[in-house]
C-alpha cells in the first residue's frame, strides 16, 4: 500500500488533463461572454466571402 501511494507513474497525465479541463473551461466561459461580438464577426466574414 505505501509503494502505491509513492508511485508517481501517471501523475504527470493528471496534470496535462486538468491543465486542458481549465483551458477548456475557460474558452467556453469566453465564448458565453463574447457571444454576440463572435456573432458578429463571423457574420462578416461569411458576408466577405460571398
Same mark, same amino acid.
Given at each position: 500500500?505505501i509503494?502505491?501511494? !509513492?508511485?508517481?507513474e501517471?501523475?504527470g497525465?493528471?496534470?496535462y %488533463?486538468?491543465?486542458?479541463?481549465?483551458? %477548456?473551461? %475557460?474558452?467556453?466561459? %469566453?465564448?458565453?461572454?463574447l !457571444?454576440?461580438?463572435?456573432?458578429?464577426i463571423?457574420?462578416?466574414?461569411?458576408?466577405?466571402?460571398t
Amino acid at each position: 500500500m505505501i509503494t502505491f501511494l !509513492r508511485e508517481e507513474e501517471g501523475q504527470g497525465l493528471v496534470e496535462y %488533463a486538468l491543465i486542458i479541463a481549465v483551458i %477548456a473551461i %475557460a474558452v467556453i466561459v %469566453a465564448m458565453v461572454f463574447l !457571444r454576440g461580438q463572435l456573432q458578429n464577426i463571423f457574420s462578416n466574414i461569411g458576408n466577405n466571402l460571398t
